[in-house]
Each structure stands twice: as C-alpha cells, then as structure tokens.
C-alpha cells in the first residue's frame, strides 16, 4: 500500500509540472493502471485560441446565419438550457452561458463593453463538451459581432419583401459592418444608406464597404428620419436612449431590425412603430428583462405580451411565419442570447478540435 501511496505522489508531481506521465514506469499495479491512464489523458488535454482574424477566416456570415437559424430552431425546441445573461456596472460587463441537450456541449461568454474605446467589446467565448478534453477559446468581439448579424440574417430572411433591395443602416459602431454584410447575405442590396452618429464615421464605413459591395450604390446621411422614407430595410445598431425616427418617417412596407439597445434605458424604436407592425423578438425573458422600446411599449399599453413572437417559433410555426409575412411592417428586436454564441462557437469547434 506504501508503494502504491508513493507511486500516486509521483504521478501528482508530473501533473502539477505540466509533465506527461511516464505510464510504463507504473504498470503492474492493478488500479493504479487505470489512474495513470486518467491522469495521462488529464495532461494531454488540448486548449485552442482563436484570434478575431481567425474566428473571422473560419466562418462566412452563410455560416453563421444557417447555425444560427438552427440554433433558434433548437431553442424553440427546448434544446437549450439558457440562464438570462448577467449584467454588471448596468450592463458594462455582461456573462452569458447555454447547454446544448442533445450535443452535451456548453459554451460562456464574458464581455466588457465600452463604447469610447476601440474595439468597444472585448472578452471571450469558450467552448465545451462533456465528451472529450478539449476546450477551444475564442475572441468575443468576432463571435458576437458575427452572431448578431447572423440573428438579423435569419429574420431579415424571413420577414423582408423577396425582393427587397435597399437598406438603411443607423450606426456605423462596431456591430454596422456585420448587419450589412447579414442583410446583404439574404437580400443582395443595390442601395445602402448609412447614417451614423458622426459624419466621419459613416463615411469611413462607407468607404470599407464600397470595395466588399461591388455594384451596390452606397451613400451617407446624417438625419435617420430621411434615411428611411424610401428604405425597403432599416438595421438599427446604437446605444440611443430616445426613438431613432418617427413611425411617420417609415414606407408603408419595410422590415425593421433593432440590435443596438440592449438595457432598459436604451430605444430606438418608438411605440407607435411597435403598435402597427408584426414584432418577432429573439427570446422572450430576455426581452423583458433588457430591451427599453419593449419595456416602455408594454407599460404605456402600445403592445401586450402576446403581441411578440420569438423568432424561433416563427420559423417552426407555419401559421406564425404567415403571419409574419402578411404584415406592412415588421420588427426584429433583438438583445442578443447565448444560444447564438454557442452556435458560432460549435462551428468553430468542428471545424479546430480534432
């Protein structure tokens, strides 16, 4: 029993060095066979980084929109155990976790957002699985920004006009690119429009687009409510705390996607929009708990509850995405849910775990 005592001890002190496990020195032993065979497999087991350039190399935004389009379908389906995210310093930190059931694999997201610095959000995803050893870690800011323009993919597919051409953009922060390239995805744009918080910067947007967009007519603006009178789609990707544009300012047909607010005190969207228009919104806690325009639109009687409609079930709902279709307008609200960074993540993980 000493021998075995000491044999254990040494296993330890490899371990703890970061040391593989000369296993042929400690055969022989009866249990310990199998201890060694665990602890060796516990010092082998493999962590891989991935930068933004990386995780941006690895997948295409037809990627991302088609896992998440089945993400949103897995979690109308109750495939995922997803928490409300956790919000700290109102909303400047933010942890995000979900389980997928049937995969056994898990991902958790930690972020820091601040809008004054660049990039604005940094942090990490890791990803994994109770199957294997493995963990992959990947940059936050390309996840996230990918899997929100992703969402607005998977909406703007379902709910623009099939021949829906022109976009109006409203922001040109660090999520603008990716709802372009989203919308541009499921609806080839001919016309895009970005109206940003700064001339400056909309013009510098426009200027990185125009050479992936070849052949679609991109110009700037700086009052949004003009912007949109003649958009057939408008993304909304800011931090505004009062309506962007009056209902008034819309066409009587147009889809409208809103990412940008993400706390109770941010909107962008008014209420009269929301009374008048079909509103499909990604997950319904999440909603309540975070979206302002939502939370202001059901305290002042401009919608009900049963008014929304996740998404999810609107693409598993043959009389929801009939519904969703037949409105003038239609809304895409958004604040973002693990279940999106979990399916990037899971791309990721196929495509760099062995």
Not at 29 to 47: A, C, H, N, P, Q
Not at 136 to 153: F, H, K, N, P, Q
Not at 273 to 291: H, R
Not at 296 to 324: F, M, P, Q
């Amino acid at each position: 029993m000493a021998l075995f005592a000491r044999a254990v001890g040494r296993i330890h002190r490899f371990v703890r060095l970061g040391q593989a496990v000369p296993t042929g020195s400690y055969r022989g032993f009866g249990l310990l066979d199998v201890y060694v065979e665990i602890l060796d497999g516990r010092s082998s087991m493999k962590t891989i980084s991935l930068s933004e350039r990386e995780v941006r190399e690895a997948v295409s935004m037809r990627e991302a929109i088609d896992a998440v389009r089945r993400g949103f379908v897995g979690l109308a389906g109750g495939e995922f155990e997803m928490p409300t995210r956790t919000a700290l310093r109102d909303g400047q930190f933010l942890v995000m976790s979900a389980h997928h059931r049937p995969t056994q694999s898990a991902m958790v997201k930690t972020l820091s957002l601040n809008f004054d610095r660049v990039p604005a959000i940094t942090g990490t995803v890791v990803w994994s699985t109770l199957d294997r050893l493995d963990h992959l870690i990947a940059d936050a800011g390309a996840v996230t920004t990918l899997r929100t323009g992703a969402a607005v993919g998977v909406a703007t597919d379902l709910l623009a006009a099939p021949d829906a051409d022109r976009l109006t953009l409203i922001g040109a922060g660090g999520q603008a690119t990716d709802q372009v390239r989203a919308v541009h995805t499921v609806r080839p744009l001919r016309h895009l429009t970005i109206a940003g918080t700064t001339a400056e910067r909309a013009e510098a947007l426009a200027g990185a687009l125009r050479a992936e967009l070849d052949g679609t007519e991109i110009r700037t603006a700086t009052d949004p409510a003009s912007a949109v009178r003649d958009a057939h789609i408008v993304c909304c990707a800011t931090t505004a705390t009062t309506p962007l544009f009056p209902a008034s300012a819309l066409p009587a047909q147009v889809h409208i996607n809103a990412i940008g607010s993400f706390r109770p005190t941010m909107r962008e969207l008014p209420d009269e929009l929301l009374a008048d228009s079909t509103v499909i919104i990604d997950e319904l806690d999440a909603i309540l708990e975070e979206s302002g325009e939502i939370i202001h639109a059901l305290r002042t009687g401009a919608i009900a509850r049963n008014d929304l409609t996740e998404l999810g079930t609107a693409l598993t709902s043959a009389s929801a995405s009939a519904s969703a279709g037949r409105g003038a307008r239609t809304v895409f609200k958004s604040v973002g849910v693990a279940m999106q960074d979990w399916a990037i993540a899971s791309l990721l993980a196929d495509k760099f775990l062995d």
